[in-house]
Nanobody, 121 residues
């Protein structure tokens, strides 16, 4: 069993910052790419940023320059530093990871339950 647990969401004023964390736990052999998504009601889940186990990152144009993804492999944790937040960043933020539970198995896709970020104007 594998679990992803997000933390760090909350209410912040426009222009402020938040740092989200997501820690993977359970029966894990290897964590591959980790990513952050967000979703608002009636819209598709949006990929914000991803990071490989080696540290290579990709960031969506919509948040580039404001959001930064990083990870600590020793802690099985991925972070999303969000700066200069805007009201339109209000959403539920989800963590995603590709994880191998056994060296001989293909990776499976895991999701956290999400953390709410609300940006007030």
């Amino acid at each position: 069993q594998v679990q992803l647990a997000e933390s760090g969401g909350g209410l912040v004023q426009a222009g402020g910052s938040l740092r989200l964390s997501c820690t993977a736990s359970g029966d894990i052999f290897k964590i591959n790419t980790m990513a952050w998504y967000r979703q608002t009601p009636g819209k598709q889940r949006e990929l914000l940023a991803s990071i490989t186990s080696g540290g290579s990152t990709n960031t969506a144009d919509s948040v580039k320059g404001r959001f930064t993804i990083s990870r600590d492999n020793a802690k099985n944790t991925v972070y999303l530093q969000m700066n200069r937040l805007k009201p339109e960043d209000t959403a539920i933020y989800y963590c995603n990871a590709g994880i191998n539970q056994r060296w001989y198995e293909q990776q499976s896709d895991y999701w956290g339950l999400g953390t709410q970020v609300t940006v007030s104007s």
